[in-house]
């Protein structure tokens, strides 16, 4: 039955083929196709998944496949022993690279935004997951390679990963469905290209970085930190390796953050009494002084709508495992090389885990309300390979969405066409167009 009705679904997005069992049952199969498809939405058996029997359970190889030009043999989808070797050189990196000194080039990055948006006409209309796209790429290439992106590049990775994610083949049902571990599904030239570029860009960037090393010069930020990464050998990431961890980093910091926010500040758009609340803490807070880091703890219901807005749009609408040897949920018999989907998107919507679980209420992450449950609420995953950046994208939103929305008003202008669509990100299927008017004339 399941399987029937996202055949019968009237396109071939995932989110909307998704039946009302999906949200409703703690496990889902799909009894159709080459191999069976397992959805998972019980915390119980996530956290079996993602951490007592996470060795069972690599990444799929459909997402493996579709990732793999990008990001090589990066961390996220590298398994097994590659995934523990590499994630061990990784762990100083981030030991070194304190959030103190991150913020500064975060800083950066944001007043460069602001001055860019001060200069829009205010019925100019604009791509708001284009230009948070911008901000967040010209962050991580900030704290990646201590320079900025310039509006050349910024449209060019945003272009190139609107198209890689439009022809990734993991994201098409039929594909899921007819997939077979052993003949992976050719991949799209267009897609290729892409990532090539992509790619490239870092190349680029990573090639300066050694020419000025050997002048002499020193830096500290992400890309020096993998540079002087040694495993147990004392043996550096090869060129190639160093351009699968950055693109990783890349990648993970700025496209997912941007969508994040995308969505964010779209719900806001529509909540006057979310907004206000937001604007006035910030106010109240900040007054007339600019974001600081110590400031990212002072802004705790800014930190809340984050939360509520990673929680409805999550990163990623579904995280999938391959089954190496068969299992059993309850009562739901998992064979050898089952597509085992753990869905953020339907998890965090699912009636048994959340109250009013389809309206944005941010009060639900409020101090005073109970936690939620270990597997319930998973925007960066879970277990040993949970999103080591969660911490950065959370400082960075909070900049972004406190700087934004004191400065600028965004007006919706096609609200009646915003409608997610799942790609590597949950991204809006026509954009989220609006126009940008200065609020407040202060300097800061």
Known sequence: MVGLSILMGRDQDLLETLPADCYRKPVVTVPIGRRRVVIV??????????????EHYPKSDLMISALSPLLGDGVLIANGETWSHDRKMLDPAFVHMRLEQMFPLMRGAMDDAIVRLSHLS???????????????ADIMFRTLFSEPIDGQDAAGVF???????RNAPQFNLRVILASDPARPEALPKELMADAALLRGLIARLLEARFARLEKGETFI???QSAIDARDESGCPFSRERLIDQ???????????????????????SQDRDAMSRLRTEVATVLGAAPFTFTDFKRLPYT???????????PPAAF????????????????????????????????????QDAWSFCPERFADDQPAPKMGTYI?????????????????????ILAELLRRFEFRMTNVAEVFPMTRVTIRPRSGIACTVSTINSTTF
């Open 41 to 54: 939405n019980d915390p119980e058996w996530i956290r079996h998944i993602f951490i007592d029997a996470r």
């Open 122 to 136: 205010p019925d100019q209309v604009i791509d708001l997951e284009a230009e948070l796209s911008h901000i967040t």
């Open 159 to 165: 272009g190139a990963f609107m198209r890689f994610q």
């Open 221 to 223: 930020d992400f890309a």
């Open 246 to 268: 950055l693109a990783v980093f890349f990648l993970a910091g700025h496209e997912t953050t941007a969508s994040s926010l995308a969505w964010t500040m779209f719900m806001l």
């Open 303 to 313: 930190r809340m709508v984050f939360r509520e807005g990673l929680r409805l749009y």
């Open 319 to 354: 995280l999938t495992r391959r089954a190496l040897k068969a299992d059993r949920f309850g009562r739901v018999s998992v064979p050898a090389d089952s597509f085992v989907v753990v869905s953020p998107w339907l998890v965090h919507r699912h009636e048994r885990h959340w």
């Open 379 to 399: 925007p960066f995953g879970l277990g040993p390979r949970v999103c080591t950046g969660a911490t950065i994208a959370q400082l960075e939103a909070s900049l």
